[in-house]
């Protein structure tokens, strides 16, 4: 067990002293073109989970991870909400929302995988200030994302880049007025993208504003055309595929020129995902397979409702919902249901996507009102249960296998914070961070 580095006391003086002593370092504005250099530091390693979904295409899988029953490494618990972590060169980085007067502070902070160790934390600013702690369920929109040696985060309206060898907040962008970057970015060589009501925005890595769409997104007050915010982004070298409202769109990396639109009757408002040469999304309406033409390949049912963001791997398409349903489709036969089983709370209550391990399919339950959650590994063949670990919560993020790591996040709010909101604002939050390692 590591102490708690971080109190409520602590954090209000951690904060201070970073105004004081200037570790926020000199931050450029958007639109100073080359005023920081691309990032060259390493990039990820195979073992690493540096983004949402371990890559730009959000697979979520690896195979550096063991499926095998595990047994805690560490935990750490702080003051506030924490994001689900990301993971690179042995450092396990989360945003956490530190309590003070005026609510939340978004700090990022970095913890050794090996030993749960603090090894920094650095509040974020926005260009008018302190950034404040918030999260659209069920995506945490502080997550940071980490690319060769460089982390980004949304601030609101705006997105930073953080020098994590300082630490020290590098650029934030001109803040885009009308769209609230709710979502954590995407981000590759070609640049960083965006995305939230009402549009997706590209910038380049010297927090420089490539463009936005649809248009209307920089129009006060106005909703796009295609009836939907945009989801988190998929990309590759050569496009950028992106589900706004029922829609899903493959849109030019270079000006946002858009290539084709899918938009059958199918799934709404499901973060797409790359599974081998074609494209995934789930929905109510069903999961769906889609050729990088823009064609459909299948449609199949879903048993259940309200999901989020499926997982592909080895041929393999692995969704969750929050009513707990958990099942597998077969990619390349027509999207054959290999297997379903169905999870505890048997109702309409907080989880997480679908993450792969090697051997395990990994969900999280959280059941509200018996303030329990549940990491539960399901056996990849057929559904059953290999092994859970239960901790007590109302909420909870992961499970994000990465370099023999399995890691967590739980959080317990007050009853009077939960019924007041369901998003809660954090000042009445404990958070847990726990790492697992497989026996």
């Not at 999260?135 to 690319?147: G, I, K, L, M, T």
């Not at 907040?169 to 060589?189: A, I, R």
């Not at 999304?281 to 823009?294: C, F, K, L, P, Y």
Request: charged content about 20%.
């Amino acid at each position: 067990m590591v102490p708690d580095p971080t109190t409520r006391r602590a954090a209000l003086a951690l904060a201070g002293s970073a105004f004081t002593t200037g570790c926020l370092g000199q931050f450029s504005s958007g639109g100073d073109p080359g005023s920081v250099d691309p990032p060259d530091g390493p990039d990820a390693g195979g073992g690493d989970w540096p983004m949402l979904g371990g890559d730009p295409g959000h697979a979520g899988s690896t195979t550096a991870v063991s499926g095998a029953e595990p047994t805690e490494r560490w935990h750490v618990t702080v003051d506030g909400p924490l994001t689900t972590p990301t993971v690179a060169d042995g450092t396990a980085y989360v945003a956490r929302g530190a309590p003070g007067d005026g609510g939340p502070r978004a700090t990022l902070e970095a913890y050794a995988l090996d030993s749960g160790d603090r090894l920094w934390s650095l509040p974020l600013s926005g260009p008018e200030g302190p950034a404040g702690f918030a999260f659209s369920a069920p995506n945490s929109n502080r997550r940071p994302v980490y690319h060769r040696g460089r982390l980004y985060v949304s601030v609101g309206r705006s997105i930073a880049a953080v020098d994590p060898g300082g630490p020290e907040q590098l650029w934030t962008s001109d803040p885009l007025e009308n769209v609230h970057f709710n979502e954590p970015p995407t981000v590759t060589g070609s640049g960083v993208y965006a995305g939230g009501p009402f549009g997706l925005a590209a910038f380049d890595h010297d927090a420089s504003r490539r463009w936005v769409f649809p248009e209307t997104a920089t129009d006060d007050g106005r909703r796009n055309d295609l009836h939907g915010s945009p989801r988190i982004a998929a990309v590759t070298g050569d496009a950028v595929y992106v589900p706004m409202g029922s829609s899903l769109l493959a849109l030019d990396p270079d000006d946002a020129t858009e290539r084709w639109r899918h938009d059958p009757e199918g799934p709404r408002a499901s973060t797409v995902v790359l599974a081998e040469d074609g494209l995934v999304r789930v929905g109510m309406n069903g999961v769906e397979a889609v050729g990088t033409d823009g064609s459909r390949r299948w449609l199949a049912e879903w048993p259940g409702n309200a999901v989020v963001r499926p997982a592909v791997a080895d041929g393999v398409v692995f969704v969750a919902g929050l009513t707990g349903h958990v099942a597998a489709y077969d990619l390349g036969n027509g999207g054959e249901r290999l297997w379903h089983t169905r999870l505890d709370p048997e109702r309409f209550a907080q989880g997480t996507v679908a993450t792969v391990s090697d051997g395990a399919v990994h969900v999280l339950r959280v059941d509200g009102e018996e303030r329990e959650v549940r990491a539960v590994a399901l056996d990849r063949e057929d559904g059953s249960t290999a092994w859970e670990v239960r901790k007590t919560g109302t909420r909870a993020r992961g499970v994000v296998p990465a370099d023999g790591t399995s890691l967590f996040t739980s959080e317990s709010t007050t009853e009077e914070e939960r019924q007041r909101s369901t998003l809660g604002a954090g000042q009445d939050t404990s958070a847990t961070l726990w790492a697992y390692e497989p026996q």
